[in-house]
């Protein structure tokens, strides 16, 4: 019997379990454990695979992931969860390892950990830092707007623009209007922040991607708060930082558009701080990719982190 950990995915057939499946084929430090499709939702079978894994990737829609993790009897397994069930519980780590310089340790060691929402990943990796360095203070009246490639809404909505009705999918929607959207707690917890953030979220007709945009007023701001300044906040705490950049102040003033397909298909996240220290206005920005960084990137990047330590 092999002494590699194994691996099983609960839901390996929805969009972030195949990019999860995808991801960690042909790997030589991990085995895979899959069902066969007449068993995938067999209970029993299920409850099986998960109590046998070392780790177990839970990638199913809310309810089903608590009652997987109802399923774990053997004290050994270990979770990740991806989807928004646990992410404010404090029983659960938080699966963003660049947000503190200890949170890749804290995943490393932890039984339970919970995968970022898309969304607030972009939110938190921006408003974190500010908060922490006193840049944005923890009561500001944020609206946070974000537009995501369609894969976002799940094989439903990625079925709508593929299939054979797409010629009649609209090119952008904005969503959410009644602002009760699962997020912003999730943002608001882990970006530190006194006040439930208001979000707007879109998405349009591409794949995948996301830019997320903060607008910042200087006049609601500390006295201290300025373009240079917020993005030499960002600049420090992401220094050495693998997956998450932050444009330096020559490349933010030549950059006139944001792309938000330029990292689709990897883990990594852009950053940028824009606007005029004159008008008092300012632009955090974030752009990733939603089934990457923003869900099957992050889970792998925290089984890495569990497998092999920070």
């Known amino acids: 019997m092999s002494n590699l950990p194994l691996i099983f995915i609960d839901g390996d057939q929805g969009t972030t379990g195949l990019q999860i499946n995808e991801r960690l084929r042909g790997r030589s430090d991990l085995r895979l454990l899959t069902l066969p499709a ?10 099986e695979a998960i109590n046998t894994a070392d780790i177990a990737l839970l990638c199913l829609p809310d309810a089903a992931a608590r009652e997987a993790v109802a399923l774990v009897d053997n004290p050994k397994v270990r979770i990740i969860d991806a989807s928004s069930a646990h992410r404010t519980d404090p029983g659960w780590t938080y699966g963003f390892p660049e947000m503190s310089p200890d949170q890749p340790s804290r995943i490393a060691t932890a039984l339970r950990v919970t995968n970022p929402g898309c969304y607030p990943t972009g939110a938190i990796a921006l408003l974190r830092p500010l908060v922490q360095a006193g840049l944005v203070p923890p009561d500001y009246p944020l609206a946070i707007h974000a537009v995501s490639g369609y894969s976002g809404g799940g094989r439903a ?3 709508q623009y593929e299939g054979e009705h797409a010629a009649n999918a609209a090119p952008f929607v904005t969503y959410g209007l009644g602002l009760q959207h699962k997020h912003p707690p999730e943002m608001q917890l882990h970006a530190g922040l006194t006040q439930r953030p208001v979000f707007v979220p879109s998405y349009g007709a591409f794949r995948q991607g996301i830019v997320l945009t903060i607008a910042l007023q ?3 701001l500390p006295a201290h708060a300025s373009k240079e300044s917020l993005r030499a906040a960002l ?3 992401y220094a050495g930082a693998r997956h998450v950049k932050v444009l330096t102040a020559g490349q933010s003033a030549t950059t006139e558009r944001l792309d938000p397909t330029v990292h689709n298909n990897s883990n990594d996240m852009t950053l940028g701080v824009f606007g005029s220290d004159q008008e008092g206005h300012f632009l ?14 992050a889970a792998v990047q925290n089984l890495d982190l569990m497998l092999h330590g920070a």
């Open 38 to 47: 007449a068993e995938r939702k067999d209970v029993r079978r299920r409850a």
């Open 157 to 159: 909505q990625v079925e």
């Open 218 to 220: 200087a006049r609601l």
């Open 235 to 237: 600049e420090s705490h």
């Open 284 to 297: 955090l920005c974030a752009v990733f990719d939603n089934l990457g960084k923003g869900a099957s990137g």
